[in-house]
């Protein structure tokens, strides 16, 4: 179905009367908390079972499951719903589901398992949220899941970098049971459940609704484009932003709730409703889309609005679009019928000057004057404290905009060296130091690797488990000096690739992550070993030494690439210096 007969079709059942709210994807809304006395028991037994520490994107989804935003999902995917959602966007029973919701873990906890074992999900702190039964445990393909879900293996996609980067080697799958939620302090009256949602909708006798899906700020141009779809179709709108996970570098969500509450006054009277998403985006293009259509349902949202490059995470390594702009709109056209959620595809609204108005791009004149401000141009507003323009914004979301980006405030970032022991990361970096501070006044600090295991890691060891808790302890202390508008400069080791993606997502939530690779030469650094360590782990003196007897996994696609076998230290500064300089972080 074209998008123009899809659009009349919608306006067609726009005069069908909807007695009450669309039923949950699969049918049953499937809320998996266990009652009060049952979660209680499961909450103190729990103590004595092996338990994985949830991260952010499992948290998320563990949330999803328990509340029944994922139905008609009962637990994490076994490997048959596994294996069919990758091929076909299908559960193993042809249930439409196009994202894979799996809890992976790493070898060594795999290995105290087995099928009907149970195992605490926790979260952060170590409170325990539920139980999973475990019915499977196997070893996906994850080369294979990136081509399918996402269509590319290439890891300038944020989801495909997370998938081939992060994720452990094994998958558990079975049935989830809830014991509570995760504990959410902020804006906790907007955080509803599908249930609750549900009665908020019965109680204002709203059946007709059309939501949004955003995780960026709405200006004008989202407003007229969110306001237009629901007078296409007759419906109230349910703005749901995406407050879980986002893009890296994308503006936190605290300041885009306080956003969307400065907006919401700008729709017409008992039109238009503010509810949170703690969903953990993939960024998978027409794939999430999907997804996200499946998940309002199960709000309650009887249409979803679709608009250009839905989901899309921008460019690959070659400056191409992942995914065509209208990928997303054909992909749920194919699936329309069986979604149940009439989807509501909606062109980009542009600003018109000469006729001083917003208008879908599809109407715009050859003779038009049509203007924008790309994200890019917003942030340097923002930061050189020059006017944005009224036709783009409204002033009470810019006033929060400009509290949370003060003009001339530092952006912090992190130089994260790595490279083989002897590579020269240290010297490079005390060079880097050194300019910076020649150039600046901004607080500079300097997370060595010997230093760090002094302080910071004393008490790890060498395994691989405690070499990459010790790449994340530098990472999360890099994250909070970035926080702060500072410079973290990290010159670790960092022999696996998963602890430094690791790191990366720790300190791109707040700032700009330069991961540098010393690419110094193993003859060169052992020829430099003035303390005889690399002799020592050729003698089999010292086990789980880099490069001898344990692997330096290459840095992919790093953000600079250096020679450490000759190079003057002070040259290779300077090359460092120049692309902060070119990517604007030195300013101020």
Same mark, same amino acid.
Do not use: W
């Given at each position: 179905m074209s998008q123009s007969a899809l659009a009349q079709s919608d306006v067609a059942a726009f005069h069908e009367e909807t007695p009450a709210l669309i039923p949950p994807h699969g049918g049953v809304l499937k809320e998996l908390y266990l009652p009060a006395e049952e979660a209680a028991a499961l909450k103190q037994r729990s103590a004595g079972l092996p338990g994985v520490d949830l991260d952010t994107r499992q948290l998320c989804d563990l949330e999803l499951l328990l509340n029944g935003a994922f139905s008609p999902l009962e637990g994490f995917l076994t490997q048959r719903d596994y294996e069919r959602v990758v091929e076909d966007y299908r559960l193993a029973d042809g249930t439409l589901w196009p994202i894979p919701?799996?809890?992976?873990?790493?070898?060594?906890?795999?290995?105290?398992? &087995?099928?009907?074992?149970?195992?605490? *999900?926790?979260? #952060?702190? =170590?409170?325990?949220? &539920?139980?999973?039964?475990?019915?499977?445990?196997?070893?996906?393909?994850?080369?294979h899941e990136a081509l399918k879900v996402f269509g590319t293996t290439d890891c300038a996609h944020p989801g495909v970098a997370e998938l081939l980067e992060r994720y452990r080697p094994v998958n558990l799958g079975g049935r989830v049971r809830g014991i509570q939620a995760p504990s959410h302090y902020d804006f906790a009256a907007l955080r509803d459940t599908p249930r609750s949602l549900r009665e908020w909708f019965q109680a204002h006798g709203w059946h007709r609704i059309v939501a949004f899906q955003t995780r960026n700020p709405m200006h004008r141009a989202h407003r007229e484009l969110t306001l237009r779809a629901a007078q296409q179709v007759g419906a109230k709108l349910l703005v749901q932003p995406s407050v879980g996970r986002t893009k890296? =570098?994308?503006?936190?969500?605290?300041?885009?709730?306080?956003?969307?509450?400065?907006?919401?006054?700008?729709?017409?009277?008992?039109?238009? %409703?503010?509810?949170? *998403?703690?969903?953990?985006?993939?960024?998978?293009?027409?794939?999430e889309a999907l997804w996200h259509a499946i998940i309002r349902k199960n709000y309650g949202a009887s249409h979803f609005i679709v608009g250009r490059d839905h989901a899309g995470p921008g460019n690959d390594s070659n400056g191409k679009p992942f995914y065509g702009p209208f990928d997303a709109q054909h992909l749920l056209e194919q699936h329309q019928d069986e979604l149940g959620i009439r989807i509501v595809p909606f062109p980009a609204m542009v600003y018109v000057a000469n006729r001083d108005t917003y208008l879908p791009s599809n109407e715009v004149l050859p003779d038009d004057e049509v203007r924008d401000i790309s994200g890019t141009q917003l942030r340097r507003h923002l930061h050189e404290g020059s006017e944005i323009p009224a036709w783009f914004s409204f002033p009470e979301v810019v006033k929060i905009l400009r509290e949370r980006h003060p003009a001339q405030a530092n952006r912090?970032?992190?130089?994260?060296?790595? =490279?083989?022991?002897?590579?020269?990361?240290? +010297?490079?970096?005390?060079?880097?130091?050194?300019?910076?501070?020649?150039?600046? #006044?901004?607080?500079?600090?300097? *997370?060595? @690797?010997?230093?760090?295991?002094? %302080? *910071? #890691?004393? @008490?790890?060891?060498?395994?691989?488990?405690d070499r990459s808790a010790n790449v994340t302890r530098i990472g999360y202390v890099a994250s909070e000096i970035v926080r702060h508008g500072g410079i973290a400069v990290c010159a670790p080791i960092a022999p696996y690739a998963d602890a430094r993606a690791e790191a990366r997502a720790l300190v791109e939530a707040h700032g700009d992550f330069i991961e540098i690779h010393v690419a110094t030469s193993l003859e060169v650094c052992e020829a430099r070993d003035r303390k005889g360590l690399y002799a020592q782990a050729r003698a089999g003196?010292?086990? %789980?030494? +880099?490069?001898?007897?344990?692997?330096?996994?290459?840095?992919?696609?790093?953000e600079l690439r250096i020679d450490g076998n000759a190079a003057d230290p002070l040259v290779l500064a300077a090359d460092i210096v120049s692309l902060l300089e070119q990517r604007g972080l030195l300013q101020g």
């Open positions: 919701i799996t809890l992976d873990v790493s070898e060594a906890f795999a290995e105290r398992l &087995a099928p009907g074992s149970e195992v605490a *999900l926790r979260d #952060s702190q =170590g409170v325990p949220l &539920a139980v999973l039964e475990v019915q499977d445990i196997y070893r996906p393909d994850r080369t890296p =570098g994308d503006i936190d969500h605290y300041t885009r709730v306080r956003c969307y509450q400065a907006l919401l006054p700008q729709y017409p009277a008992n039109s238009a %409703h503010l509810s949170l *998403l703690p969903l953990a985006m993939r960024m998978g293009g027409p794939r912090g970032f992190a130089l994260f060296f790595t =490279g083989l022991s002897g590579a020269g990361k240290s +010297t490079i970096a005390q060079a880097v130091v050194a300019q910076l501070l020649e150039r600046t #006044s901004r607080a500079v600090t300097v *997370l060595d @690797g010997d230093e760090v295991r002094k %302080h *910071l #890691s004393r @008490g790890l060891g060498f395994s691989r488990e003196a010292i086990a %789980h030494f +880099t490069g001898i007897s344990d692997p330096y996994e290459e840095p992919v696609r790093p």
